[in-house]
C-alpha cells in the first residue's frame, strides 16, 4: 500500500469533502452520514444544524462542513493511498475545540483534567476495505510525532467504554491507544481520558 498522512490543509479540502462525500460510510455504516463537523461547533450551533436538516441531512452536514473548512476550524489529518483519501483523524489543540464533540459537560471534564498544551484526538474515519490494516495507527502516530514537534506537552484520546459494537469504535478503540503507549488518566461515564505525555 503506497500510504501517506497529511494535514488537512486548504489544498487538501477538495479531497476531505471527496472522502465524507463517497468513501467514509459508503458501506452504509451507522455513523453516516458525517463530515465530522460537531467538535468544531458550539452546542448552539450544533442545535441550529440539526434544525436545517429536514430531509437532506448529508447535505446540511456538507454545507456545514464547507464553511468550517473555510474558517480553518476543521482539524486532523487525512491518509490517502496514492491520492485518493481512505482514512481521517479529527486532531488539534484541545483550546481549539468547542465542544471535543461530546456535548459541554464532557468537554468541561476533559479541559479540567488537562495537563498543559495538548492535542485532542476526537475520532477516525476509515474507508470501507481500509479497516484493520494499521490506517488508524497511521493516523495517531502522525499525531504523536506533530505534537512533538510543535511542543504540546500531551496528546489524548477519548475512547468509548463499549459493549464490543464496532460503531463504538470512531473515537478510536481503547486498544489502539494503549498499544501506542496512552495511559487511562479518568473515567466519566463511558468515556475515558487516555493520555500520552511527550
Same mark, same amino acid.
Given at each position: 500500500?503506497?500510504?501517506?498522512?497529511?494535514?488537512?490543509?486548504?489544498?487538501?479540502?477538495?479531497?476531505?469533502?471527496?472522502?465524507?462525500?463517497?468513501?467514509?460510510?459508503?458501506?452504509?455504516?451507522?455513523?453516516?452520514?458525517?463530515?465530522?463537523?460537531?467538535?468544531?461547533?458550539?452546542?448552539?450551533? $450544533?442545535?441550529?444544524?440539526?434544525? @436545517?436538516?429536514?430531509?437532506?441531512?448529508?447535505?446540511?452536514?456538507?454545507?456545514? /462542513?464547507?464553511?468550517?473548512?473555510?474558517?480553518?476550524? $476543521?482539524?486532523?489529518?487525512?491518509?490517502? @493511498?496514492?491520492?485518493?483519501? $481512505?482514512?481521517?483523524?479529527?486532531?488539534?489543540?484541545?483550546?481549539?475545540?468547542?465542544?471535543?464533540?461530546?456535548? /459541554? @459537560?464532557?468537554?468541561?471534564?476533559?479541559?479540567?483534567?488537562?495537563?498543559?498544551?495538548?492535542?485532542?484526538?476526537?475520532?477516525?474515519?476509515?474507508?470501507?476495505?481500509?479497516?484493520?490494516?494499521?490506517?488508524? /495507527? /497511521?493516523?495517531?502516530?502522525?499525531? $504523536?510525532?506533530?505534537?512533538?514537534?510543535?511542543?504540546?506537552?500531551?496528546?489524548?484520546?477519548?475512547?468509548?467504554?463499549?459493549?464490543?459494537?464496532?460503531?463504538?469504535?470512531?473515537?478510536?478503540?481503547?486498544?489502539?491507544?494503549?498499544?501506542?503507549?496512552? @495511559?487511562?488518566?479518568?473515567?466519566?461515564?463511558?468515556?475515558?481520558?487516555?493520555?500520552?505525555?511527550?
Amino acid at each position: 500500500m503506497n500510504l501517506s498522512i497529511r494535514p488537512l490543509t486548504n489544498q487538501f479540502h477538495p479531497a476531505y469533502l471527496r472522502f465524507f462525500d463517497e468513501r467514509a460510510f459508503s458501506d452504509g455504516s451507522p455513523n453516516g452520514p458525517c463530515y465530522c463537523t460537531s467538535p468544531s461547533m458550539d452546542e448552539a450551533s $450544533i442545535r441550529q444544524m440539526v434544525s @436545517e436538516f429536514g430531509s437532506d441531512t448529508k447535505g446540511t452536514l456538507r454545507r456545514y /462542513a464547507v464553511d468550517l473548512l473555510a474558517a480553518d476550524k $476543521i482539524h486532523g489529518y487525512l491518509a490517502f @493511498e496514492g491520492d485518493e483519501p $481512505i482514512g481521517w483523524c479529527n486532531a488539534g489543540d484541545l483550546d481549539l475545540y468547542a465542544n471535543v464533540g461530546f456535548g /459541554a @459537560e464532557m468537554t468541561e471534564f476533559i479541559k479540567a483534567n488537562a495537563c498543559g498544551k495538548t492535542m485532542s484526538v476526537v475520532c477516525f474515519a476509515i474507508a470501507p476495505g481500509y479497516r484493520g490494516k494499521g490506517i488508524a /495507527a /497511521a493516523l495517531l502516530n502522525r499525531v $504523536i510525532t506533530d505534537a512533538r514537534e510543535k511542543g504540546f506537552h500531551a496528546v489524548e484520546g477519548y475512547p468509548q467504554m463499549s459493549d464490543g459494537r464496532s460503531d463504538l469504535d470512531y473515537n478510536g478503540p481503547i486498544h489502539l491507544f494503549r498499544k501506542l503507549g496512552f @495511559e487511562e488518566i479518568a473515567q466519566k461515564g463511558n468515556r475515558l481520558i487516555m493520555r500520552k505525555e511527550l
